[in-house]
């Protein structure tokens, strides 16, 4: 690096020391307590068997002026990228553009073909744009690929399978959640629990808080399980969670290639929120027709139609099927 009080520093995770502790600390000031929250189980080692975490960091003048983090899917070309932040007073020195090139650098020497990361701000979007990222259509999501793959031929890939099996969600979900859950599927609400819409109708903003947010599921007493069809893909998930009168919401989303798995997926999880003591109701939005169709065929009676609030003035009419 041209500055000679700065370098540049690589540290695989897990790790627990004074240098990230300093970096959680400069993630908790630029994005709040819920991302210390939401990577502390990377910190503590939580993705080891599965994942390779690395944080990049450019120590200046003795501190952690900037960072980021990458988080690659092991025996995949897949990761997650985060993590971008630089301390206020050391902002327009160049930090993050070569914190973020030497990590990208070291993804493409690795044999890399995606990665992902999301932003709603034009200034860092910018950026990434510059280092090679593009917006996926309908989200806030960008995905940077190796050269010679295109967005089409890498679905292609990743959804070309038939088959799968119903496992339970984990963190070895983290990365391969992404290309299922910021892609067109087709369903205009993919997971009201959750509450993430298809990309069709509204606008997708979440990349690495993909898999935060159904844990967050698991901590308020619900469950959540996905269609693994191998080698790091996924091909549909869905989650469960008790509403607080002895009912429980179930919802799913899957890739059309995986329809004949759907079903287990939407049984199991139907019969882990039965075994919670909860009465079920399917969550279907009224233009999700395939859906519906499944829900007939799970054997589930048409209830009561009501308007959910997807996003903050965005109302979709929903049906819930009862089981």
């Known amino acids: 690096m041209e500055n000679s009080d700065s370098r540049l520093l690589r540290i695989p995770l897990p790790a627990e020391n004074a240098m990230t502790r300093q970096v959680q600390e400069l993630w908790r000031a630029c994005f709040g307590e819920e991302e210390v929250r939401d990577t502390s189980g990377q910190f503590a080692g939580e993705d080891r068997d599965f994942d390779d975490d690395i944080l990049y960091v450019i120590e200046y003048k003795g501190v952690v002026a900037s960072s980021c983090h990458v988080t690659r899917k092991r025996g995949t070309g897949m990761a997650g990228f985060g993590g971008v932040a630089t301390v206020p007073e050391f902002r327009g020195m160049g930090f993050s553009r070569q914190v973020c090139s030497f990590a990208l650098k070291e993804f493409d020497e690795a044999g890399g073909d995606v990665i992902w990361l999301g932003t709603g701000n034009p200034a860092a979007a910018n950026l990434y744009h510059e280092l090679g990222f593009a917006f996926l259509p309908g989200t806030q999501v960008m995905c940077r690929l190796r050269k010679g793959l295109t967005n089409t031929k ?170």
């Open 154 to 323: 890498f679905l292609d890939s990743f959804f070309g399978g038939n088959t799968a099996t119903v496992k339970s969600g984990s963190a070895a979900c983290r990365i391969p959640m992404i290309p299922l859950m910021t892609s067109r599927l087709g369903f205009t609400v993919m997971d009201r629990v959750t509450g993430y819409c298809g990309s069709e109708k509204i606008l997708e903003g979440s990349c690495m808080g993909l898999y935060p947010a159904y844990e967050a599921v698991r901590r308020r007493g619900g469950d959540w399980f996905c269609l693994d069809s191998g080698e790091g893909r996924i091909g549909g998930i869905g989650s469960w969670k008790p509403m607080g009168d002895g009912t429980a919401i179930v919802d799913a989303c899957w890739h059309a290639n995986y329809r004949a798995q759907a079903a287990e997926l939407l049984r199991t999880l139907i019969a882990d929120a039965k075994t919670a003591g909860c009465s079920v109701r399917l969550a279907v939005a009224d233009v999700d027709a395939a859906k519906a169709e499944m829900a007939v065929e799970l054997g589930a009676v048409k209830g009561v139609e009501s308007l959910w609030e997807a996003r903050r003035g965005v109302y979709v009419r929903m049906n819930d099927y009862l089981v």
